[in-house]
């Protein structure tokens, strides 16, 4: 799977049900500061991410990430490893 | 002790999504039922039900607070809002007050159902959504509505079966009568959909009279055949009455007695002995005969054994004095654990418009109810003082009196 497939799905997501302001959608945007996530919606991400891509997204991981560019290159690396 | 005044009502009903609209339909005597052919498609023996549509939360509130709603929460923000604006409160003013909130609900079966069907097929709890688990919790509409409206006071839901809205009407009544608090948003919900009535439908107890869906609840009359399933959220904002008189709140009605009882007999078969108790209690507490009672919002459900069991009671306590009775059930089915708040709005909306609802499709009496004094058409009547009855499974009961404050 090509990674701009990955960002793709990412950015449709967070439009769609986080309804993020598409102005700050890009790579080096900030997770909680620039995006408001917030830890729940970590959960919501990793659901995403298995059903849509078949990757089991580990909780620790995920708060470790701090960017969008961080997210889309985690979960390529583990639709890599699958 | 402190007297609790109702400041503020909000409502969102099979009968109408706001006070106006179920304001006409109590005047109307408009019925909010429908038959629902997905019900008979699941396996229900009824299908029938009382139609709520859901609310459009997006765009009102944030993705954060709508994932953690489920239906009835929305119902409850919808009728909060309506309410928390009849009282004039802000949620600025809010802010600056330690406002809590005691609200009934009593199961949330839609987002449980959900999330098991889905742990069920994937075999792995990671596929469900970070709102599913406050969205099935017992307590979800006041944990929501808590967060939402940046309360700071008493934060608990009360689950009572068909009397949850009622008894949290009452002890937030209790907790302000004794200087605990000042303002709370109390009220009762109901969730509607197809999951949460599945088993209810299973003792056989819903009205089979699908030809003519208006006309299948029909409380204290003769060819009753069971009650007809709704739900909904109804608010109420009480405050201490001088508290509220110095903030230069509307004063729509004082509740002046609340009283509970257990029957202690059966889970589903009503006891007069118990509704007695807590009718008898509610009077002592409000310090009033019964003569002075003008109208009695009854809790008639529709069934057979629990409407006749209502008109004992009524007829026991309230025989020679024949107060105007009605039930609103007849025109909005059974809101089950939202009734006892809704029944208390729907009062309110009658004491301040001087008109009682009738209780619509009471044609014909049987031996219990014709002895009581049941409105069929709207009354003009300017009243000041009313009795609203709810009693549930388990029974439990629980009886709220209001009056017009002049």
Same mark, same amino acid.
């Given at each position: 799977?090509?990674?701009?497939?990955?960002?793709? @799905?990412?950015?449709?997501? +967070?439009?769609?049900?986080?309804?993020?302001?598409?102005?700050?959608?890009?790579?080096? @945007?900030? +997770?909680?500061?620039?995006?408001?996530?917030?830890? +729940?919606?970590? !959960?919501?991400?990793?659901?995403? @991410?298995?059903?849509?891509?078949?990757?089991? !997204?580990?909780?620790?991981?995920?708060?470790? +990430?701090?960017?969008?560019?961080? !997210?889309?290159?985690?979960?390529?690396?583990?639709?890599?490893?699958? | 002790?402190?007297?609790?005044?109702?400041?503020?009502?909000?409502?969102?009903?099979?009968?109408?999504?706001?006070?106006?609209?179920?304001?006409?339909?109590?005047?109307?005597?408009?019925?909010?039922?429908?038959?629902?052919?997905?019900?008979?498609?699941?396996?229900?023996?009824?299908?029938?039900?009382?139609?709520?549509?859901?609310?459009?939360?997006?765009?009102?509130?944030?993705?954060?607070?709508?994932?953690?709603?489920?239906?009835?929460?929305?119902?409850?923000?919808?009728?909060?809002?309506?309410?928390?604006?009849?009282?004039?409160?802000?949620?600025?003013?809010?802010?600056?007050?330690?406002?809590?909130?005691?609200?009934?609900?009593?199961?949330?079966?839609?987002?449980?159902?959900?999330?098991?069907?889905?742990?069920?097929?994937?075999?792995?709890?990671?596929?469900?959504?970070?709102?599913?688990?406050?969205?099935?919790?017992?307590?979800?509409?006041?944990?929501?509505?808590?967060?939402?409206?940046?309360?700071?006071?008493?934060?608990?839901?009360?689950?009572?079966?068909?009397?949850?809205?009622?008894?949290?009407?009452?002890?937030?009544?209790?907790?302000?009568?004794?200087?605990?608090?000042?303002?709370?948003?109390?009220?009762?919900?109901?969730?509607?959909?197809?999951?949460?009535?599945?088993?209810?439908?299973?003792?056989?107890?819903?009205?089979?009279?699908?030809?003519?869906?208006?006309?299948?609840?029909?409380?204290?009359?003769?060819?009753?055949?069971?009650?007809?399933?709704?739900?909904?959220?109804?608010?109420?904002?009480?405050?201490?009455?001088?508290?509220?008189?110095?903030?230069?709140?509307?004063?729509?009605?004082?509740?002046?007695?609340?009283?509970?009882?257990?029957?202690?007999?059966?889970?589903?078969?009503?006891?007069?002995?118990?509704?007695?108790?807590?009718?008898?209690?509610?009077?002592?507490?409000?310090?009033?005969?019964?003569?002075?009672?003008?109208?009695?919002?009854?809790?008639?459900?529709?069934?057979?054994?629990?409407?006749?069991?209502?008109?004992?009671?009524?007829?026991?306590?309230?025989?020679?004095?024949?107060?105007?009775?009605?039930?609103?059930?007849?025109?909005?089915?059974?809101?089950?654990?939202?009734?006892?708040?809704?029944?208390?709005?729907?009062?309110?909306?009658?004491?301040?418009?001087?008109?009682?609802?009738?209780?619509?499709?009471?044609?014909?009496?049987?031996?219990?109810?014709?002895?009581?004094?049941?409105?069929?058409?709207?009354?003009?009547?300017?009243?000041?003082?009313?009795?609203?009855?709810?009693?549930?499974?388990?029974?439990?009961?629980?009886?709220?009196?209001?009056?017009?404050?002049?």
């Amino acid at each position: 799977m090509e990674k701009e497939e990955i960002i793709v @799905a990412v950015n449709k997501f +967070l439009l769609q049900e986080f309804e993020v302001d598409e102005k700050e959608i890009r790579p080096d @945007a900030h +997770l909680k500061d620039d995006l408001g996530l917030e830890s +729940l919606d970590f !959960v919501d991400i990793a659901v995403m @991410a298995r059903k849509r891509f078949g990757i089991t !997204v580990k909780g620790k991981d995920m708060l470790s +990430l701090k960017t969008l560019g961080d !997210v889309y290159d985690y979960i390529h690396r583990l639709v890599q490893m699958k | 002790m402190n007297r609790v005044a109702i400041t503020g009502i909000g409502i969102y009903s099979s009968i109408g999504k706001n006070l106006e609209e179920v304001k006409s339909s109590l005047y109307n005597g408009k019925s909010g039922i429908i038959f629902d052919p997905e019900r008979k498609k699941f396996g229900y023996q009824s299908g029938l039900t009382g139609k709520v549509e859901n609310p459009e939360l997006r765009g009102i509130l944030d993705h954060r607070s709508r994932s953690c709603m489920p239906q009835q929460a929305e119902f409850a923000y919808m009728s909060t809002s309506e309410a928390l604006m009849t009282a004039g409160l802000t949620r600025e003013y809010l802010d600056l007050t330690d406002a809590g909130i005691i609200f009934g609900n009593d199961g949330s079966a839609l987002p449980v159902i959900e999330a098991l069907d889905t742990i069920r097929e994937t075999k792995d709890t990671m596929m469900v959504s970070s709102g599913s688990v406050f969205q099935s919790m017992n307590s979800t509409v006041s944990l929501n509505l808590s967060v939402i409206f940046r309360l700071k006071g008493i934060n608990f839901t009360v689950s009572a079966a068909c009397a949850s809205g009622a008894h949290a009407i009452g002890l937030a009544y209790s907790m302000i009568r004794h200087g605990y608090q000042k303002t709370i948003i109390c009220g009762g919900t109901q969730e509607v959909n197809l999951y949460c009535v599945a088993n209810f439908d299973a003792l056989g107890a819903f009205s089979r009279l699908e030809s003519s869906p208006a006309e299948a609840s029909r409380p204290f009359d003769r060819k009753r055949d069971g009650l007809v399933p709704s739900g909904g959220a109804a608010t109420v904002i009480l405050e201490d009455l001088d508290y509220a008189i110095k903030r230069g709140a509307p004063i729509l009605a004082e509740v002046v007695g609340y009283g509970f009882s257990s029957d202690g007999t059966h889970v589903s078969v009503p006891d007069t002995n118990g509704q007695i108790r807590a009718v008898t209690m509610a009077l002592n507490e409000a310090g009033l005969d019964p003569g002075k009672i003008d109208y009695i919002n009854a809790h008639a459900t529709s069934t057979p054994l629990g409407d006749q069991a209502e008109a004992m009671t009524l007829n026991r306590i309230f025989g020679k004095y024949r107060p105007a009775v009605s039930s609103t059930k007849s025109m909005t089915g059974h809101e089950l654990s939202m009734c006892g708040a809704s029944e208390v709005v729907y009062s309110v909306i009658m004491l301040n418009n001087s008109f009682i609802a009738p209780n619509i499709n009471f044609e014909e009496p049987d031996e219990f109810s014709s002895p009581l004094n049941i409105i069929t058409q709207t009354t003009p009547a300017e009243f000041d003082v009313c009795l609203s009855n709810s009693f549930g499974f388990g029974g439990t009961n629980s009886c709220l009196i209001i009056k017009k404050v002049h």
